[in-house]
């Protein structure tokens, strides 16, 4: 980063020349969470754009965060953490908005088996996040004899009503966006890549593999128009067909509607000791050592728990059993990373039936952590002063030891640990 004061550029974290310009590293950490977070905004405000949703409020912030961090602009450290917090409040508004776009469009998801694996016929894979790009593909190919799949943070398609009636919409293929590169080789026809979670392809699909939208990556024919389609569609007829080769179905489809319709059972369930807690685990998922921390925890979670799970950190276990506690299941999808506002929405609903306070239900956080819209809806949650959060594997490469401090001080946020003793820690609901 080059700092316009001293006019020398700074090396890691923090000024190099520190104490003439006053910029201190945890002023740098705290303008380079908000700028991550302000990417993570940028996210869900341009996909809810695309449906004719905005927000004043939104764009307003986007404006002012950015100025903040100009040079000279701001040394304070605690007017940095009120902006910061500020982010989460304006992510909020975001989510909720790209909830209204996706419900208003596609009408509002429910609860639906997924098949997986791949049936014969000729079949392109979606994967990123943006349904526009899916729906147009839909439509496009609808009586072609081409099959659609979806991949990582499309799964929850399958979910919403106008984007299931699509009877070529077979099911999902893979997992989550850090197995590209193993999956898109084994997949054998077309791959559509719609937003940022697309890896460098190898040679061994490079030329199957299409970008569209923001999305871009050198060497790969991008799709200039959602409105043409044909490339992609001539690419995966000449492939030719895919073999029949099912897997283990996955569930997926849970919005917050869905879960709140239930909430009297569930609020009978938890009254009757049927059910002692929900645990909220998933987020952005990545391929550093240490995340299968999320896996065991899952398996260690009690058979007298629900576990609510989103984004592409669900691929850890969400492929097992858990079954269910009086036809309440005890995995619940709750969609991509920005239904993190249902989570938002039942965790509000269940705390105002039991008349107490979001941090006195018997809920507890494992956030994985990866990428910039994992910063925003980190920061949302501190907003709303949800406290005790577990995040990990390890803490973001730009949070000062001084500025985790304060996280650490004003919300308890603490780092994964071991499963065993976190476990029983969440049980006892620290």
Same mark, same amino acid.
């Given at each position: 980063?080059?700092?316009n004061?001293?006019?020398? *550029?700074?090396? =890691?974290t +923090?000024?190099? #020349?520190? @104490?003439?310009?006053?910029? !201190?590293?945890?002023?740098?950490?705290? %303008?380079e969470?908000?700028?991550?977070?302000?990417?993570?905004?940028?996210?869900?405000?341009?996909?809810s754009?695309?449906?004719?949703?905005?927000?004043e409020?939104?764009?307003?912030?986007?404006?002012?965060?950015?100025?903040?961090?100009?040079?000279?602009?701001?040394?304070?450290?605690?007017d940095?953490?009120?902006?910061?917090?500020?982010?989460g409040?304006?992510?909020?508004?975001?989510?909720?908005?790209?909830d209204?776009?996706?419900?208003?469009?596609?009408?509002?998801?429910?609860?639906?088996?997924?098949?997986t694996? *791949?049936?014969? =016929?000729? +079949?392109?894979? #979606?994967? @990123?996040?943006?349904?526009? !790009?899916?729906?147009?593909l839909?439509? %496009?190919?609808?009586g072609t004899?081409?099959?659609?799949?979806?991949?990582?943070?499309?799964?929850?398609?399958?979910?919403?009503?106008?984007?299931?009636?699509?009877?070529?919409?077979?099911?999902?293929?893979?997992?989550?966006?850090?197995?590209?590169?193993?999956?898109f080789?084994?997949?054998?026809?077309?791959?559509?890549?719609?937003?940022?979670c697309?890896?460098?392809?190898?040679?061994?699909y490079r030329d199957?593999?299409?970008?569209?939208g923001?999305?871009?990556?050198?060497?790969?024919?991008?799709?200039?128009?959602?409105?043409?389609?044909s490339?992609?569609?001539?690419?995966?007829k000449?492939?030719?067909?895919?073999?029949?080769?099912?897997?283990k179905?996955?569930?997926?489809?849970?919005h917050?509607d869905?879960?709140?319709?239930?909430a009297?059972?569930?609020i009978?369930?938890?009254?009757a000791?049927?059910i002692?807690?929900?645990?909220?685990?998933?987020?952005?998922?990545?391929?550093k050592a240490?995340?299968?921390?999320f896996?065991?925890?899952?398996?260690?979670?009690?058979d007298?728990?629900?576990?609510?799970?989103?984004?592409c950190?669900?691929?850890?276990?969400?492929?097992?059993?858990?079954?269910?506690?009086?036809g309440?299941?005890?995995?619940?999808?709750?969609?991509?990373?920005?239904n993190a506002?249902?989570a938002?929405?039942?965790?509000?609903a269940?705390?105002e039936?039991?008349?107490?306070?979001?941090?006195d239900?018997p809920?507890?956080?494992?956030?994985?952590?990866?990428?910039?819209?994992?910063v925003?809806?980190?920061?949302?949650?501190?907003?709303?002063?949800?406290?005790?959060?577990?995040i990990?594997?390890?803490?973001?490469?730009?949070i000062?030891?001084?500025?985790?401090?304060?996280?650490?001080?004003?919300?308890?946020?603490?780092?994964?640990?071991?499963?065993?003793?976190?476990?029983?820690?969440?049980?006892?609901?620290?």
């Amino acid at each position: 980063m080059f700092c316009n004061q001293c006019e020398q *550029t700074a090396q =890691g974290t +923090g000024c190099t #020349v520190k @104490g003439v310009c006053g910029k !201190d590293e945890n002023i740098q950490s705290l %303008q380079e969470t908000l700028l991550y977070a302000l990417k993570g905004i940028a996210a869900y405000s341009y996909h809810s754009r695309v449906y004719g949703e905005r927000d004043e409020d939104v764009d307003a912030f986007m404006h002012e965060a950015l100025f903040k961090t100009l040079t000279n602009v701001d040394f304070d450290l605690n007017d940095h953490v009120k902006l910061a917090l500020k982010a989460g409040e304006m992510n909020y508004k975001a989510m909720e908005l790209l909830d209204k776009a996706n419900t208003g469009h596609y009408g509002k998801p429910g609860p639906v088996e997924v098949p997986t694996g *791949t049936v014969k =016929g000729p +079949g392109i894979l #979606v994967t @990123g996040h943006d349904f526009m !790009d899916l729906e147009e593909l839909l439509k %496009q190919t609808e009586g072609t004899g081409i099959n659609i799949y979806t991949h990582g943070e499309m799964l929850p398609a399958h979910g919403y009503p106008e984007l299931k009636k699509y009877k070529h919409l077979v099911g999902n293929y893979g997992g989550a966006w850090q197995k590209q590169k193993k999956e898109f080789p084994a997949f054998g026809g077309a791959v559509l890549a719609t937003t940022n979670c697309v890896q460098i392809p190898t040679d061994e699909y490079r030329d199957r593999l299409f970008t569209i939208g923001i999305t871009a990556v050198e060497g790969v024919k991008h799709i200039e128009s959602r409105k043409d389609f044909s490339e992609i569609i001539n690419k995966a007829k000449e492939l030719g067909d895919l073999p029949e080769a099912p897997g283990k179905p996955l569930t997926t489809g849970f919005h917050h509607d869905i879960v709140l319709s239930l909430a009297p059972k569930i609020i009978e369930a938890v009254k009757a000791g049927k059910i002692k807690r929900f645990f909220l685990i998933g987020g952005c998922d990545g391929a550093k050592a240490g995340r299968n921390y999320f896996t065991e925890l899952a398996e260690k979670v009690p058979d007298d728990c629900v576990i609510l799970t989103l984004a592409c950190g669900k691929y850890r276990f969400n492929h097992m059993d858990f079954g269910d506690i009086d036809g309440i299941p005890r995995l619940i999808d709750l969609g991509q990373c920005n239904n993190a506002y249902s989570a938002i929405q039942i965790a509000s609903a269940l705390a105002e039936a039991f008349e107490c306070d979001v941090n006195d239900l018997p809920l507890s956080f494992a956030v994985s952590w990866y990428e910039q819209k994992a910063v925003a809806i980190l920061l949302t949650l501190l907003n709303l002063n949800i406290k005790n959060i577990r995040i990990g594997p390890t803490p973001p490469a730009f949070i000062t030891p001084g500025v985790f401090q304060v996280l650490q001080d004003n919300f308890d946020l603490k780092l994964i640990g071991d499963v065993d003793e976190d476990l029983a820690a969440m049980m006892k609901g620290e």
